[in-house]
């Protein structure tokens, strides 16, 4: 089983600021199989991100994913008041597909 | 417009089976262009995947569930079903139905979700 280590665990962050969430695999994740989801309470998660790097439709381009390998990251480059949410990567490759713990992403 | 909708009893005993059933609006499963996947959450804790399957009937589980689920498609009720056996506290979750396009099975249209408790 693939582990999905996600840091920080908690980002304190203001409005206008930028953010850097990183997920870290335990081992080689292909890049087509590496996705990004955003998690708001009482809400579905929705997808931002998938194949590393692809933004999915409606996904604002504030939003962006990189890495590769077993290092990735998501970007935000100016966070908005809607952005303060749960975010969890998943890499659907490899069964069981896995999601990391999440990175809580609040207001400061 | 896609949507899933879960359902299905919200409170069991423990040693009870669990089943909760998605039905399909917008789009029809027998297309089969897309996989079905069933995923839980805890009370504050993360996302689990839980399995999936293809509107052709083919199945990926969690080994993590010890071969208590079962995961089967109804393509004329456009429905796809979860069943759980043998369920203690541990099962107690938000259980969210979703499906992703083939063949990459990214989720990407989720259900609301639905509570089950599971207490004596």
């Known amino acids: 089983e693939i582990v999905l280590t996600q840091s920080p665990v908690t980002l304190s962050l203001s409005p206008g600021e930028r953010a850097t969430l990183s997920c870290r695999a335990s081992?080689?994740?292909?890049?087509?199989?590496l996705g990004w989801y955003q998690h708001k309470p009482g809400q579905a998660p929705r997808l931002l991100i998938h194949?590393?790097?692809n933004r999915a439709p409606g996904t604002p381009d504030r939003f962006s994913g990189s890495g590769s390998g077993t290092d990735f990251t998501l970007t935000i480059s100016s966070l908005e008041p809607e952005d303060f949410a749960v975010y969890y990567c998943?890499?659907?490759?490899?069964?069981?597909?896995?999601f990391g713990q999440g990175t809580k992403l609040e207001i400061k | 417009q896609v949507q899933l909708q879960e359902s299905g009893p919200g409170l069991l005993k423990p040693s009870q089976t669990l089943s909760l059933t998605c039905t399909v609006s917008?789009?029809?499963?027998?297309?089969?262009?897309?996989?079905y996947n069933w995923i839980r959450q805890p009370a504050g804790k993360g996302l689990e995947w839980i399995g999936r399957?293809?509107?052709?009937?083919?199945?990926i589980y969690n080994p993590s569930l010890s071969g208590r689920v079962t995961i089967s498609v109804d393509t004329s009720k456009n429905q796809f079903s979860l069943r759980l056996t043998s369920v203690t506290a541990a099962d107690t979750a938000d259980y969210y139905c979703?499906?992703?396009?083939?063949?990459?099975?990214?989720?990407?249209?989720w259900g609301q979700g639905a509570l089950v408790t599971v207490s004596s």
């Open positions: 194949g590393a790097s």
């Open positions: 979703a499906r992703g396009p083939k063949p990459l099975g990214v989720i990407l249209d």
């Open positions: 399957i293809s509107a052709s009937g083919f199945t």
């Open positions: 081992q080689t994740v292909s890049s087509t199989y």
């Open positions: 917008g789009d029809s499963l027998s297309g089969d262009t897309y996989l």
């Open positions: 998943q890499q659907y490759g490899s069964s069981p597909y896995t």
